[in-house]
């Protein structure tokens, strides 16, 4: 073996060491490389999946959603009367039996005049919808066509007629795509919507839609506002007004200001969805908990080779030392032993998860209907240097341990034992 | 190899070595001796009678209980750790009984170990004179081996190719020729001999008497103190 002497010392010894445990070396390295990998992979997938998700809550969902409640409800004359006492209110009833957004015009007027904002007013209540002797019981949102088509994307995921076919018709109703198979009707039938209060209309289908979020799918429907307040028995009232951003990322502020503004609750769409976020940050931990676990076993295994090395190598450490090389530079040797294997395995672990990506990409969704549709996998640089920096550190740390007890050995308690 | 030329030697003023314990051992005991440059200083005595332990305080591999050890001249009592390993890199060069060669590196790697650790010369230059050191020691041939396909004899002679690799003006052994044959362990003593006329400080340990009587100065141990050598015949 030709020495190179411009490599330092301590990385010379450290090379030659793995080398001379080879099949230990590489086991070592495989560990680290399918942790790294499974990360790389298995946070792809799920990273994949949930911008899917969000992508679709994003575009089928109002950015922010106004609707006729307080974050608090506002407090009672007495309690205003006497801030300071201990009162006990009950059997307190709402002043408004016919709830809704007061002054709903005024706010529609001053949203419609800030910039990168639509917004549409809707009223929403609950309704079941007869045909052939069943019933479905029915989300109902009235809406103005025109204004919706520009807050939401309802226009874009119609797929049987249009959204501007309810505007000319007072009579007319869009359905979910699943509700209408469910219930066997399709464009042009007829079906009976029931309110609470007892208002009922005929209406006749003039679109389906279809969101993929099946909640939606299977249990909305769309009618003309007006109708709506007919039906509810809720004559001009608003309870909604959905609001779509130019840009989606300040959802937050936009609705915490509208808030402070108008008085009624306005909630982002991280609020409104906030259950499903909370899915995937569970889902996320549990991902780095389990793919962190499998490095953390890696670093056993460099723990473990590092220890066996330290041990046996001990006459090598007493010379070294004997000759005059300091306990910093000895532990230095086995810390690159542990950076070597960690900064192998890393690069196998990028090429094991990218390959893993790849073969994930290839598998058909589950569910879809569209047999072309396949798992969708998000990595990126930062996944790959997640799971390389954890790998790294791991194998530091491992390596930590044996190597400051090989700078602690006594290289006379050796020669001596030796002799 | 250079010849080396320093005046000074190696002194040891009334060292005592006390390893503490539930029952302290005393390993050397008030030893008082001076160890001239350009000579081969044997030390000899039973078993036991701390030989290896005064070598070690000589090497500054070990700290007296008290006493000094003068290099040139210098005490080294008050020195911490890291001048005493840069002491050592520099100055000392040590061969023990058996021979501690790394077993992954081969000849060649394990004479350039001193000299990558001091980084006083560039590349080409160590290789250089690694390879005239193990020319010297008639070792060129085995360069490229592993300690493990050499000869006892040859592992030794690599050892205190190692030993001379920074070139030191103190050169200590410890029994090097305690795991050799008659005709190794003579060859080994005339290169230490060679190394002392060429004006290096040399201290050997050794229990052959024989070897012993060569050399241009003894010391003589027995229970940690130094004593009269006794006479060869």
Same mark, same amino acid.
């Given at each position: 073996?030709?020495?190179?002497?411009s490599v330092?010392?301590p990385i010379?010894i450290?090379?030659a060491?793995?080398r001379a445990?080879r099949?230990?070396?590489?086991?070592s390295?495989l560990g680290?490389a399918l942790?790294? +990998?499974?990360f790389?992979?298995?946070s792809g997938m799920?990273?994949?999946?949930?911008?899917?998700?969000?992508v679709?809550?994003?575009?089928s969902?109002p950015h922010?959603l106004i609707t @006729?409640?307080?974050?608090s409800?506002p407090a009672?004359? /007495?309690?205003?009367?006497?801030?300071?006492?201990a009162? @006990? /209110?009950?059997?307190?009833?709402?002043?408004?039996?016919?709830?809704?957004?007061?002054n709903a015009?005024?706010?529609?007027?001053a949203l419609?005049a800030?910039?990168?904002l639509e917004a549409?007013?809707a009223l929403?209540?609950?309704g079941?919808l007869?045909?052939?002797?069943? *019933?479905?019981?029915?989300?109902?949102?009235g809406i103005?066509p025109?204004?919706?088509?520009k807050?939401?994307?309802?226009?874009?995921?119609?797929?049987?007629?249009t959204? @501007?076919?309810l505007e000319?018709?007072?009579? +007319?109703?869009? /359905?979910g795509s699943?509700l209408?198979?469910k219930?066997?009707v399709? /464009?042009?039938?007829?079906?009976?919507?029931a309110s609470?209060s007892?208002?009922?209309a005929r209406l006749?289908?003039?679109?389906?839609?279809k969101?993929g979020?099946e909640?939606? @799918?299977?249990g909305?429907?769309?009618?003309?506002?007006a109708?709506?307040?007919?039906i509810?028995g809720r004559?001009?009232v608003i309870n909604?007004?959905?609001i779509?951003?130019?840009e989606v990322?300040?959802s937050?502020?936009?609705?915490e200001?509208?808030?402070?503004?108008f008085g009624y609750?306005?909630a982002?769409?991280?609020?409104?969805?906030?259950?499903?976020l909370?899915?995937?940050?569970l889902?996320?931990v549990?991902i780095?908990?389990?793919t962190g676990? $499998?490095?953390v076993?890696?670093?056993f295994? $460099?723990?473990n080779?590092i220890?066996?090395v330290v041990?046996?190598?001990?006459?090598?450490i007493? &010379?070294?030392?004997?000759v005059g090389?300091p306990?910093?530079?000895?532990?230095r040797i086995?810390?690159?032993?542990?950076?070597?294997?960690g900064?192998?395995?890393m690069?196998?672990?990028w090429?094991?998860?990218f390959?893993m990506a790849?073969?994930?990409?290839?598998?058909?969704?589950?569910?879809?209907t569209?047999?072309?549709q396949?798992?969708?996998?998000?990595t990126?640089p930062?996944?790959?240097? &997640?799971?390389?920096?954890?790998?790294?550190?791991?194998? $530091?740390l491992?390596?930590?341990?044996?190597?400051?007890?090989a700078?602690?050995? *006594?290289?006379?308690?050796? &020669?001596r034992g030796a002799? | 190899?250079?010849?080396v #030329?320093?005046v000074?030697g190696?002194?040891?003023?009334?060292?005592l070595r006390v390893?503490?314990? =539930?029952?302290?051992?005393?390993?050397?005991?008030?030893?008082?001796l001076?160890i001239?440059?350009?000579s081969?200083?044997?030390?000899?005595?039973?078993?036991g009678?701390?030989k290896s332990?005064?070598?070690y305080l000589?090497g500054?591999?070990?700290? =007296?209980?008290?006493?000094?050890?003068l #290099?040139?001249g210098?005490?080294t009592?008050g020195?911490?750790?890291?001048?005493r390993?840069?002491?050592r890199?520099?100055?000392f060069?040590f061969v023990?009984?058996?021979h501690?060669l790394?077993?992954?590196?081969s000849?060649l790697?394990?004479v350039? #170990? =001193?000299?990558?650790?001091?980084?006083?010369?560039?590349?080409?230059a160590m290789?250089?004179?690694?390879?005239?050191i193990l020319?010297s020691?008639?070792?060129?041939?085995q360069?490229d081996k592993?300690?493990?396909?050499?000869?006892?004899?040859?592992r030794?002679?690599?050892a205190?190719?190692?030993?001379?690799?920074?070139?030191p003006p103190?050169i200590?052994?410890?029994?090097p020729?305690g795991?050799?044959?008659?005709r190794n362990?003579?060859?080994v003593f005339d290169i230490?001999?060679?190394l002392?006329?060429?004006?290096?400080?040399?201290?050997?340990v050794?229990?052959d008497?024989?070897?012993?009587?060569t050399?241009?100065q003894?010391?003589h141990l027995?229970?940690?103190r130094?004593v009269e050598?006794?006479?060869?015949?």
């Amino acid at each position: 073996m030709i020495p190179r002497l411009s490599v330092p010392l301590p990385i010379s010894i450290a090379v030659a060491h793995l080398r001379a445990r080879r099949r230990q070396s590489v086991v070592s390295i495989l560990g680290v490389a399918l942790g790294v +990998g499974f990360f790389i992979a298995i946070s792809g997938m799920m990273h994949g999946f949930q911008s899917y998700f969000l992508v679709q809550i994003v575009e089928s969902t109002p950015h922010v959603l106004i609707t @006729d409640e307080y974050r608090s409800p506002p407090a009672q004359p /007495l309690e205003l009367l006497e801030p300071q006492a201990a009162l @006990d /209110l009950r059997r307190v009833v709402a002043r408004d039996p016919v709830r809704g957004i007061a002054n709903a015009q005024a706010i529609l007027d001053a949203l419609q005049a800030m910039p990168g904002l639509e917004a549409a007013p809707a009223l929403r209540g609950q309704g079941l919808l007869r045909r052939a002797g069943r *019933d479905y019981g029915v989300t109902v949102l009235g809406i103005r066509p025109e204004r919706e088509g520009k807050a939401t994307q309802l226009a874009s995921e119609m797929v049987a007629g249009t959204l @501007d076919a309810l505007e000319g018709a007072t009579d +007319g109703v869009i /359905l979910g795509s699943l509700l209408a198979a469910k219930m066997a009707v399709g /464009l042009g039938d007829s079906v009976l919507l029931a309110s609470p209060s007892g208002g009922t209309a005929r209406l006749r289908i003039v679109g389906l839609f279809k969101t993929g979020i099946e909640t939606l @799918d299977n249990g909305q429907i769309y009618v003309q506002l007006a109708k709506q307040q007919a039906i509810q028995g809720r004559p001009r009232v608003i309870n909604e007004i959905r609001i779509r951003l130019a840009e989606v990322a300040r959802s937050i502020p936009v609705a915490e200001a509208l808030e402070r503004r108008f008085g009624y609750k306005a909630a982002p769409w991280e609020e409104t969805n906030s259950r499903v976020l909370s899915v995937f940050r569970l889902q996320n931990v549990i991902i780095y908990m389990t793919t962190g676990a $499998i490095l953390v076993v890696a670093g056993f295994g $460099i723990f473990n080779i590092i220890s066996t090395v330290v041990l046996e190598k001990a006459r090598d450490i007493a &010379i070294l030392r004997s000759v005059g090389m300091p306990p910093a530079t000895v532990t230095r040797i086995f810390i690159v032993e542990g950076m070597v294997v960690g900064a192998v395995g890393m690069l196998v672990g990028w090429v094991v998860g990218f390959g893993m990506a790849e073969a994930l990409r290839m598998i058909p969704a589950p569910g879809s209907t569209d047999p072309t549709q396949t798992l969708r996998v998000d990595t990126s640089p930062l996944s790959f240097a &997640i799971a390389g920096g954890i790998a790294l550190l791991t194998a $530091i740390l491992a390596a930590w341990l044996p190597a400051s007890r090989a700078a602690r050995i *006594d290289p006379l308690a050796i &020669i001596r034992g030796a002799a | 190899m250079g010849a080396v #030329v320093e005046v000074g030697g190696l002194k040891a003023v009334d060292l005592l070595r006390v390893l503490p314990g =539930p029952v302290p051992t005393v390993l050397v005991d008030g030893v008082s001796l001076s160890i001239r440059p350009g000579s081969l200083a044997a030390i000899t005595g039973p078993s036991g009678s701390g030989k290896s332990s005064l070598l070690y305080l000589l090497g500054l591999l070990d700290r =007296p209980t008290s006493g000094d050890v003068l #290099v040139d001249g210098a005490p080294t009592a008050g020195l911490d750790s890291a001048t005493r390993d840069r002491l050592r890199l520099e100055r000392f060069g040590f061969v023990f009984q058996f021979h501690f060669l790394l077993p992954e590196f081969s000849v060649l790697d394990n004479v350039l #170990v =001193p000299m990558r650790e001091l980084k006083a010369l560039s590349g080409t230059a160590m290789r250089a004179r690694a390879l005239e050191i193990l020319d010297s020691l008639g070792m060129a041939e085995q360069a490229d081996k592993l300690p493990s396909q050499l000869s006892g004899g040859q592992r030794q002679r690599t050892a205190i190719a190692r030993a001379l690799a920074n070139d030191p003006p103190f050169i200590l052994a410890d029994e090097p020729t305690g795991a050799l044959d008659t005709r190794n362990a003579a060859a080994v003593f005339d290169i230490l001999h060679g190394l002392a006329r060429a004006g290096r400080t040399v201290a050997v340990v050794t229990h052959d008497a024989g070897l012993a009587a060569t050399a241009g100065q003894r010391f003589h141990l027995v229970d940690g103190r130094l004593v009269e050598p006794p006479k060869v015949a």
